[in-house]
């Protein structure tokens, strides 16, 4: 089975600046998560869909974040702008269904913010 | 406020010999606990779990203990291996929620040959 994609692996950009990062997850899962991991910290969940619907986006910094994911299946979390603070790495999961607890993650997406 | 500890940062262990990794908790609603392993540059890969419902869970070389009262889990390797050193997260989920995974910060092991 194919894993949870990611795209771009690395993506550096200037404060300020705008960015887009694109998920597409195994087939079949209903349910997908967006993480952000700073350096040092465990992953923190940003939103979560379930199909094409948000399930929590209680923790997306919804001034600047923003997530879509259109007829349920690829994801894309925007940025815009972006602060140095949001220098991280941003991961992909996800799941059959959300009662599915051992969810598989993307290899993630570097960003650095200068 | 971080909800899911792990108190070490590192731990290095002797091949063959036992990897004891720790985390704590604080929110009595989490009634599901998992272990994730992450090498660089990959995303966190599911290693074991327990529901609260139990105390131990045994998969092969590695055993994840609860004991609710503590709010503690640990992660036993036996015995352990240079491939199992890698970032080890636990993360804690309330089922009456959204499932969603509260991340502990991760303990690194190095398995020294």
């Known amino acids: 089975e194919a894993g949870v994609a990611q795209s771009p692996r690395y993506k550096i950009i200037e404060k300020r600046q705008s960015v887009a990062f694109w998920c597409n997850p195994i087939s079949g899962h209903a349910t997908l998560y967006w993480y952000q991991q700073i350096l040092g910290q465990g992953p923190k969940l940003l939103i979560q869909f379930q199909n094409n619907g948000v399930v929590d986006d209680s923790q997306l910094p919804k001034d600047r974040f923003s997530a879509e994911r259109l007829k349920g299946v690829d994801s894309t979390l925007k940025i815009q702008p972006a602060k140095l603070e949001d220098s991280a790495v941003y991961l992909c999961?996800?799941?059959?269904?959300?009662?599915?607890?051992?969810?598989?993650f993307g290899s993630g997406t570097r960003l650095t913010v200068v | 406020d971080q909800q899911v500890k792990q108190n070490s940062p590192s731990l290095s262990v002797q091949e063959g010999r036992i990897s004891i990794l720790n985390c704590d908790y604080t929110n009595s609603m989490f009634d599901y606990f998992l272990w994730y392993k992450k090498y660089p540059a990959e995303g966190p890969t599911f290693l074991i779990s327990?529901?609260?419902?139990?105390d131990k869970n045994e998969d092969g070389r590695f055993t994840v203990f609860l004991n609710k009262s503590a709010k503690h889990l640990s992660l036993h390797i036996v015995p352990s291996q240079p491939g199992d050193s890698a970032v080890y997260f636990c993360?804690?989920?309330?089922?009456?929620?959204?499932?969603?995974?509260?991340f502990g910060t991760g303990t690194r092991l190095t398995v020294i040959p």
């Open positions: 999961a996800s799941s059959l269904d959300r009662v599915s607890y051992g969810y598989t």
């Open positions: 993360a804690a989920s309330d089922s009456t929620g959204a499932n969603n995974l509260f």
């Open positions: 327990i529901s609260s419902i139990k």
